[in-house]
């Protein structure tokens, strides 16, 4: 869509939208009570199919009420609160509007957590996929033909998002017999609320620097960052939260096993591998992908997309490096973490946004959750400990930084650097193996399985 977005909507648009994210991230975080965590922690919890139906339930009924009443609480609030997030009351309908999605989303969150708790990811798949088309058909149509403007975004995200719960909410509860188990919620509620202040936090960091953009710089500033930082978390988005979401629930039953500890190792290191890989790619080919797809006004996003990468591939690494705390339901540990940081992601923006604007948030987004990981690394091995493998790591990353220093290099016409740069990113595996990064198996498997000969290949 950011073709279409870059054409139909001016940076200050986009800034906005921006802001309209921001309000609906930090709802449901607040709202929400990460029940969507507690839920996976006690449905794993429970042996028998009654007691994981009623954790369930339970979450359900109690999330829907809670949702409606905030609601009601907010839309009476719409106009305050548009004027203090935006500094006009122009947006008073636009907020009501994101209010309704917020209620939706904080719905059918559960139902979502319950298909993945049950392993169904297929059907979890093919929704989100029926849920993607759906939005963008719906934004082209109010962009492109209607030109309604960022209400075009809003009214998309509002049919979807009922859509989604009309259907997934009777997916799932079709064959749960509805009861309520208050011991079961003051069990959920005791595990998320800790993750609530974590939440905030967690939220600080991710968009705080949207409003000391909005203070110290400007609108159309805040659009291109805006674009740039949505580049930056690719990573995140396609990567790093589909694997989360499988990962979130298989983490509990790895640590019946045995070597639970090795794997978990194991595991860190292909996470961060795979992450970092494709975020080394995103970063080395940004500025050809932004020429290509956005505007003039928009090329200065370019510039802030590495810094990005690199903040949300430790901020990755730091997800995952909380098994630790969720394994020992020692969730507040998370919050007095996550709040530490937090508050000196307040002080990097304020320092770096005033003096070097929006190239200064990213680099406060680098050292926040370069800081957060680290620490994050630090409490939870005192807690859990797990030998990760920081030499194979430390590897992977002085590779990439190599490529990536080569890939700076302007050489000849955009289709030259665009072939100079396929060529590095060939050349990164066979310097990751020049430097000893691969094991003896994963060379063998990677021999057996992605360089198979002719006559090995089996047609039926």
């Known amino acids: 869509m950011i073709p279409l977005y870059t054409r139909y909507l ?76 935006t500094g006009t009351d122009t947006y008073k309908s636009a907020f009501q509007i994101v209010f309704v999605c917020f209620a939706l989303q904080n719905v059918y969150t559960v139902n979502e957590t319950y298909l993945l708790a049950e392993k169904k990811s297929s059907l979890y798949s093919m929704l989100s996929i029926i849920t993607l088309t759906l939005n963008l058909s719906f934004n082209i149509l109010f962009l492109v033909v209607f030109e309604l403007g960022i209400y075009s975004i809003l009214f998309s995200m509002l049919i979807t998002k009922t859509i989604n719960a009309a259907v997934i909410i009777p997916i799932t509860m079709r064959h749960v017999r509805f009861s309520f188990s208050k011991k079961k919620l003051f069990q959920m509620i005791k595990f998320g609320a800790p993750l609530v202040p974590a939440g905030i936090a967690l939220f600080t960091i991710h968009f705080s620097d949207r409003l000391f953009i909005q203070k110290y710089c400007s609108l159309s500033e805040l659009g291109v960052y805006s674009l740039g930082y949505k580049f930056g978390m690719i990573v995140s988005v396609l990567i790093s939260q589909p694997i989360f979401k499988v990962w979130n629930t298989q983490r509990f039953e790895i640590a019946k096993q045995i070597d639970a500890k090795k794997i978990y190792s194991l595991y860190f290191t292909y996470y961060t591998s795979i992450v970092a890989f494709f975020g080394l790619a995103i970063s080395v080919f940004i500025k050809e992908i932004i020429w290509l797809l956005a505007t003039e006004s928009y090329q200065g996003a370019s510039l802030v997309v590495p810094l990005i990468v690199l903040g949300y591939v430790f901020f990755g690494m730091s997800g995952f490096l909380t098994l630790a705390f969720v394994i020992k339901n020692r969730t507040g540990k998370i919050a007095y973490i996550q709040g530490a940081v937090a508050i000196l992601n307040l002080i990097f923006n304020y320092v770096l946004i005033k003096n070097y604007g929006v190239l200064g948030a990213a680099v406060s987004t680098v050292l926040t959750y370069g800081t957060l990981m680290i620490c994050t690394l630090t409490f939870s091995q005192k807690i859990y400990f797990v030998p990760f493998e920081y030499a194979r790591l430390l590897k992977f ?61 089996k047609i039926k």
């Not at 369930?56 to 009443?69: D, E, G, K, P, Q």
């Not at 700076?408 to 990164?428: N, P, Q």
């Open 10 to 85: 001016m940076p200050e648009d986009y800034g906005v939208l921006e802001l309209f994210d921001v309000t609906l991230n930090v709802m449901s975080m607040i709202v929400g009570l990460r029940l969507g965590s507690a839920f996976i922690r006690y449905y794993h919890y429970y042996d028998t199919q009654d007691d994981k139906h009623e954790v369930l339930s339970t979450a359900f009924i109690f999330t829907l009420f809670f949702s409606i009443s905030i609601l009601v609480v907010v839309e009476l609030l719409s106009t305050p609160i548009s004027v203090a997030i």
């Open 397 to 457: 990353f002085c590779t990439a930084l190599v490529v990536y220093f080569f890939s700076t290099f302007e050489i000849g016409g955009v289709v030259t650097r665009f072939a100079y740069k396929i060529l590095l990113m060939g050349i990164f595996p066979l310097l990751l193996l020049l430097f000893g990064f691969f094991q003896k198996d994963e060379i063998a498997f990677i021999k057996n399985n992605l360089f198979l000969k002719p006559s090995k290949l």
